[in-house]
């Protein structure tokens, strides 16, 4: 059954310090809107319980993007569509601008903000694959201050997060160290587009000498919430990658993930099903570092 939107109320102050007093005066009692694209969803299908909603949507200080020699920062209230035209993005966070493009629809991706798609916790999100690869950090704002937290750090379970009720996102932070570093991603759903992922990973990978220096993996779908792949990675770092030791390694790999991944059975798959496509993306993965 459908909501009945005079049931609901949405306040849309002019700045974002107005916005961060009415979280202040009555923590979590109005739930932040931004694009919508999910929030609107659970309305129209009669989902969303919270009643009193505070809009971000125009705040400009949230919608932004800067560089700095060493480090690349993104306001929360930057679109996907944003994203995806961003030459700096597009160069130096190859991953971020395709995870941006599996994002629903272009009308999704002109509406839906990268702040939004971390916040709503989802463990089949787009984006946090490839932030989790990217190391990233995130700066949460609030009238008491701002803080800041490994992103890695951010989601506590199945659409929980370490986010106060007073508290929004204000940017995400990505360090410009990745030059050398061979990416990846992979999406697998239903159809080519505006499909909720099965699985998906975006990687990252430094090669030298013939040597895996460095290796992130980043996952959606394999776990109560996004997640990296940290026993999997110990298990590659620092492996010499050859035509001699690539069966081997990906055995090695393969089995490492088996036992770090915990998907579940839901409408979208099976648990074994995305067990298995996770490994088989591993592996197509490990082949494409020996002709990068």
Known sequence: MRSNASHYDLIAP???DAVLEILAAEPGHYTPIAGGTEIMVALGAGRLAQKNLVSINQIKELRFIETTPSQLIIGSGTTFTDIRNSAIIQSDFPLLTQAAS??????NQNRGTLGGNIVNGSPAADSPPALLAYEATLTLISTRGTRQMPYADFHLGYKKTALAPDELIQSITLKRIFTGYIPYARKVGTRNAQAISKVA????????????????IGAASLRDRPSRLTATERTLRGQTITQDTIVTLISQARATLTTEAHPIDDIRSTA???A???ANLLEEFLHSLMNP
């Open 201 to 216: 990973i975006a990687a990252l990978a430094l090669i030298q000498d013939d040597t895996l220096e460095d290796i992130r």
């Open 14 to 16: 002019a700045t974002l």
């Open 276 to 278: 298995a496509v996770a």
């Open 102 to 107: 599996w994002t629903g629809s272009i009308a």
């Open 272 to 274: 074994k099903y995305r």
